[in-house]
């Protein structure tokens, strides 16, 4: 466990605490990190939140991971100054140039790990998060929500084949994300986005410590735009994979 404060000019201060443990099968670790700085210039404040926490299940043949992450940020923009004003004063805000940005954001995911047997793992993820940010600025204001979600799964086999040990590696993952900017002096635009994807991987040794990494991945993605109109588009793609490693 740490905490800490550090601190510095034109109000610069940052504090933080973090702390974990483990109690029989269960394990945690926890951080919660402030920031504040007034900024140089006029209208350049900074302040932070974030937090953060780890608890963890760990059994005989794998582990099961909570991981979730928590920010709230606000930002001031001072903005570009005329040439004259700057030469009289470098660190005055022109009002009419001023931008604010605030944004929220929380990720969370959820990971098993099990060691079906000292050859086979398998590994399943799901993920979402969640991101909202407001702008205020002399050209208009805008909320802008980008939330997304998805899953991930892999099982690794090691086998021997032709007198050689291999790790196949064989997975999918399904990924959403959208963009919806709803904003008030222009046309709003909201784009949906989705990826399905396959691999498969093959590793095994060639000669002394150097390995061969080979596969292939599938994506499919689809997005749907709208901006007063809408679009959609489709799009596939093969990548294969090949490499040598040396350890």
């Known amino acids: 466990s740490s905490i800490g404060a550090e ?3 034109y ?3 940052k504090e933080h605490i973090s702390g974990g443990g483990m109690n029989g099968n269960f394990a945690y670790r926890l951080s919660i990190v402030r920031e504040q700085w007034d900024g140089w210039r006029d209208y350049s404040d900074h302040d932070a939140w974030l937090f953060s926490m780890k608890p963890e299940y760990i059994y005989d043949t794998g582990r099961l991971t909570l991981n979730l992450r928590h920010s709230e940020i606000v930002d001031e923009n001072p903005g570009t100054l005329a040439l004259e004003t ?11 140039k001023q931008t604010k940005y605030d944004s929220k954001q929380t990720h969370a995911s959820l990971t098993w790990v099990s060691n079906l047997s000292d050859d086979t793992i398998i590994i399943a993820k799901l993920f979402g998060q969640r991101r909202e940010s407001y702008v205020n600025s002399f050209w208009g204001n805008s909320k802008i929500e980008q939330p997304s979600r998805g899953y991930a799964f892999e099982i690794s086999i090691g086998k021997n084949f032709l007198d050689l040990p291999h790790e196949l590696v064989i997975g ?3 990924v959403t994300r959208d963009y919806n900017n709803i904003a008030e002096s222009w046309g709003d635009l909201f784009i949906n986005w989705k990826n399905t994807g396959f691999f498969v991987e093959d590793r095994f040794p060639l000669f002394g410590n150097t390995e061969l990494k080979t596969g292939f991945r599938y994506d499919n993605r689809d997005w749907n735009i709208f901006a007063g109109e809408r679009w959609d588009k489709n799009g ?3 990548r294969p994979k090949l490499s040598l490693i040396q350890k």
Request: hydrophobic share 30%.
């Open 236 to 238: 596939k793609a093969w």
């Open 86 to 96: 700057w030469s009289m004063n470098p660190r005055v805000s022109d009002p009419t």
């Open 7 to 9: 601190g510095g000019s």
């Open 172 to 174: 999918h993952e399904l």
């Open 11 to 13: 109000g610069l201060h």
